[in-house]
């Protein structure tokens, strides 16, 4: 994974770990590890946190590891753990042997809460969730102590042990630390580390009925672990200093935290909350629709890690929030797709052509450039004949200023074939244009003319006998606002969905080379974009995403800006 070595930009992560491996604060080591909850997909902003873990370790001579955060038993699932680690494959890392789950160190955890028991530095609490968060105060209020506070050090040791026996229902107990209930850190005022939940865990079964909390887990695993530099997005600033209590209190090894600011993009959503109700609630076909800003939707819309990892590199960290336009993300996409895609010719709106003078039964085999970007792509032949289908917007009837394309009496090329001359428009009874008739000059053959005349426009086509015929699924941004929060009284963020994020075209031609593409087969649709043959497809019947189109707005912007 070399693609961007060559311009990597100092950043405050870089320069911290820099700085550490010069004064040999970890004896020369970089570790560090992406720690998804398996409750969801992963999605773009995941991504970035990807890219930076692993990159870092990559770049530093480390190594990263893949850890799953499943304290929450209720909303963890097999099935996502499988397609974490299939995205993050997908995206080109390798965690080697260092796939960990914090559910592994539970046994660890517990004795870890008993040690802290009998420093005095936890106790069992009585008090219900909403007694809880009454007592904890506002960030104006300090909080009060609860009653169960000043428990003996024999009475919680006794408590928590039949906590883990399974004595107690759900929610009547918790297992708190004794903290500060007047810190101004609400995290510091006594958080709870352990809580009674009857549930079965998807790898520890029926063995626990107590499960640490997020925050009592996250630390001490990367402690075990010996995670150097631990990255994470900016909300968890104000959980450190609870992080390095618990660190502090046990003596276990101290990584160092850092924070980012997480990723948001524009017209999309990235919270998995909110993804998961887009799929439950049916606004889109799954995790993997190609509308989804998922790594599997990515995927299956035509993404490549490469133009992915590229646009984390782009995006760079910073502690400041900020919203990232969807346009640099398909700008990173086009310029990679631009090198690599073979361009065929697809016609997604036919409108049939005649062309009244080519001999009736007469096929030309014509010489077609694959890759114009890419000389060692070669070339390819493409079958010509009397009746072709040509994009139904490439004609118009009464042409207005500055359509140069197909029109009555009008001549224009056909890519790698001929000049045609539009002599006639055939309509239905209702008065819709069927069919163009047109005559086309022998002279023209890879055309230009011999006589030197020129024509304004050059446009794609399909020969109607050798056409294969495909779905086409075209898409446009899941929002129809930059920011979906933005919201009038009374709407929610699901009233921003666009109504027409999704357009299925049938019945469209395809140049005959593409009769037996596999799905994740990636190519240009002459004029009309990158495309990816989606898994829907068949034998003999493709179906094709639109990934991107190729009108590269972003690249605009910042060249209007002198960039
Ligand atoms: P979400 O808010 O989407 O539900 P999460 O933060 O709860 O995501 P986790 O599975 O806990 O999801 O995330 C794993 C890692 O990915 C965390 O270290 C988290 O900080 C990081 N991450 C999640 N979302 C983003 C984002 N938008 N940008 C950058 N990093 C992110
Ligand atoms: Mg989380």
Same mark, same amino acid.
């Given at each position: 994974?070399?693609?961007?070595?060559?311009?990597?930009?100092?950043?405050?992560?870089?320069?911290?770990?820099?700085?550490?491996?010069?004064?040999?604060?970890?004896?020369?080591?970089?570790? +560090?590890?992406?720690?998804?909850?398996?409750?969801?997909?992963?999605?773009?902003?995941?991504? $970035?946190?990807?890219?930076?873990?692993?990159?870092?370790?990559?770049?530093?001579?480390?190594?990263?590891?893949?850890?799953?955060?499943? +304290?929450?038993?209720?909303?963890?699932?097999?099935?996502?753990?499988?397609?974490?680690?299939?995205?993050?494959?997908?995206?080109?890392?390798?965690?080697?042997?260092?796939?960990?789950?914090?559910?592994?160190?539970?046994?660890?955890?517990?004795?870890?809460?008993?040690?802290?028991?009998?420093?005095?530095?936890?106790?069992? *609490?009585?008090?219900?969730?909403?007694?809880?968060?009454?007592?904890?105060?506002?960030?104006?209020?300090?909080?009060?102590?609860?009653?169960?506070?000043?428990?003996?050090?024999?009475?919680?040791?006794?408590?928590?042990?039949?906590?883990?026996?399974?004595?107690?229902?759900?929610?009547?107990? +918790?297992?708190?630390?004794?903290?500060?209930?007047?810190? &101004?850190?609400?995290?510091?005022?006594? &958080?709870?580390?352990?809580?009674?939940?009857?549930?079965?865990?998807?790898? #520890?079964?029926?063995?626990?009925?107590?499960?640490?909390?997020?925050?009592?887990?996250?630390?001490?695993?990367?402690?075990? =672990?010996?995670?150097?530099?631990?990255?994470?997005?900016? =909300?968890?600033?104000?959980?450190?200093?609870?992080?390095?209590?618990?660190?502090?209190?046990?003596?276990?090894?101290?990584?160092?935290?850092?924070?980012?600011?997480?990723?948001?993009?524009?017209?999309?959503?990235?919270?998995?909350?909110?993804?998961?109700?887009?799929?439950?609630?049916?606004?889109?076909?799954?995790?993997?629709?190609?509308?989804?800003?998922?790594?599997?939707?990515?995927?299956?819309?035509?993404?490549?890690?490469?133009?992915?990892?590229?646009?984390?590199?782009?995006?760079?960290?910073?502690?400041?929030?900020?919203?990232?336009?969807?346009?640099?993300?398909?700008?990173?996409?086009?310029?990679?797709?631009?090198?690599?895609?073979?361009?065929?010719?697809?016609?997604?709106? &036919?409108?049939?052509?005649?062309?009244?003078?080519?001999? =009736?039964?007469?096929?030309?085999?014509? *010489?077609?450039?694959?890759?114009?970007?890419?000389?060692?792509?070669?070339?390819? $032949?493409?079958?010509?004949?009397?009746?072709?289908?040509?994009?139904?917007?490439?004609?118009?009837?009464?042409? /207005?200023?500055?359509?140069?394309?197909?029109?009555?009496?009008?001549?224009?090329?056909?890519?790698?074939?001929?000049?045609?001359?539009?002599?006639?428009?055939?309509?239905?009874?209702?008065?819709?244009?069927?069919?163009?008739?047109?005559?086309?000059?022998?002279? +023209?053959?890879?055309?230009?003319?011999?006589?030197?005349?020129?024509?304004?426009? #050059?446009?794609?086509?399909?020969?109607?006998?050798?056409?294969?015929?495909?779905?086409?699924?075209?898409?446009?941004?899941?929002?129809?606002? /930059?920011?979906?929060?933005?919201?009038?009284?009374?709407?929610?963020? $699901? *009233?921003?969905?666009?109504?027409?994020?999704?357009?299925?075209?049938?019945?469209?031609?395809?140049?005959?080379?593409?009769?037996?593409?596999?799905?994740?087969?990636?190519?240009?649709?002459?004029?009309?974009?990158?495309?990816?043959?989606?898994?829907?497809?068949?034998?003999?019947?493709?179906?094709?995403?639109?990934?991107?189109?190729?009108?590269?707005?972003?690249?605009?912007?910042?060249?209007?800006?002198?960039?």
């Amino acid at each position: 994974m070399e693609d961007s070595d060559a311009k990597r930009k100092p950043n405050f992560i870089r320069t911290i770990i820099e700085e550490d491996l010069r004064t040999h604060k970890y004896g020369g080591r970089v570790v +560090t590890r992406f720690p998804p909850e398996p409750n969801g997909y992963l999605h773009i902003g995941h991504a $970035k946190s990807i890219c930076l873990n692993f990159g870092l370790a990559q770049e530093y001579g480390g190594r990263c590891h893949l850890r799953f955060d499943d +304290t929450n038993p209720t909303k963890e699932e097999e099935e996502y753990v499988e397609a974490i680690k299939e995205d993050v494959r997908w995206l080109g890392y390798d965690w080697g042997e260092h796939l960990y789950y914090a559910s592994d160190y539970f046994d660890q955890l517990y004795e870890w809460a008993v040690q802290l028991i009998r420093a005095g530095k936890a106790y069992v *609490d009585d008090l219900t969730a909403d007694e809880i968060r009454e007592f904890r105060g506002t960030l104006t209020e300090p909080g009060r102590e609860s009653p169960y506070r000043n428990r003996s050090v024999e009475e919680n040791l006794d408590l928590f042990e039949r906590m883990r026996a399974g004595e107690f229902p759900d929610g009547s107990r +918790t297992l708190r630390a004794k903290i500060d209930m007047a810190s &101004p850190n609400l995290n510091l005022r006594d &958080p709870v580390m352990y809580r009674i939940l009857h549930a079965r865990h998807h790898r #520890t079964g029926d063995k626990w009925c107590i499960y640490p909390m997020y925050d009592f887990a996250h630390g001490q695993s990367d402690s075990i =672990e010996g995670i150097t530099h631990s990255i994470c997005t900016l =909300e968890f600033e104000d959980h450190r200093p609870l992080y390095d209590w618990y660190i502090e209190q046990l003596g276990i090894y101290h990584p160092q935290q850092i924070e980012f600011a997480r990723l948001n993009l524009t017209y999309t959503v990235m919270s998995k909350r909110r993804l998961l109700e887009l799929v439950r609630e049916g606004h889109v076909r799954g995790w993997d629709d190609p509308r989804m800003p998922t790594l599997c939707g990515l995927r299956r819309r035509g993404y490549t890690p490469e133009a992915i990892r590229e646009f984390c590199e782009r995006i760079g960290v910073a502690k400041a929030d900020s919203l990232v336009d969807y346009g640099l993300l398909e700008h990173c996409l086009r310029e990679d797709l631009n090198k690599r895609c073979p361009r065929v010719m697809a016609v997604l709106r &036919p409108l049939r052509v005649v062309i009244e003078n080519y001999p =009736e039964g007469q096929v030309e085999q014509l *010489d077609a450039v694959n890759n114009p970007e890419d000389p060692s792509a070669g070339t390819r $032949k493409v079958p010509f004949s009397r009746v072709l289908y040509i994009e139904r917007d490439d004609f118009m009837e009464v042409p /207005p200023k500055k359509f140069y394309r197909l029109a009555p009496g009008r001549e224009v090329r056909l890519r790698y074939a001929y000049f045609i001359r539009c002599t006639d428009v055939i309509k239905d009874a209702e008065g819709n244009v069927v069919e163009l008739r047109c005559t086309y000059d022998p002279q +023209t053959r890879g055309g230009d003319a011999p006589d030197g005349r020129k024509v304004k426009a #050059t446009i794609h086509w399909v020969s109607a006998a050798h056409a294969v015929e495909a779905e086409v699924r075209l898409y446009d941004h899941l929002f129809v606002k /930059p920011d979906p929060d933005e919201v009038e009284e009374g709407k929610t963020w $699901k *009233d921003n969905l666009n109504p027409r994020s999704l357009e299925v075209l049938t019945g469209c031609k395809l140049e005959p080379g593409l009769a037996t593409v596999a799905p994740g087969y990636r190519c240009q649709f002459e004029r009309l974009g990158y495309f990816c043959a989606d898994p829907d497809t068949a034998a003999g019947r493709p179906v094709f995403n639109r990934t991107v189109t190729l009108r590269d707005t972003w690249a605009k912007i910042q060249k209007s800006l002198g960039e």
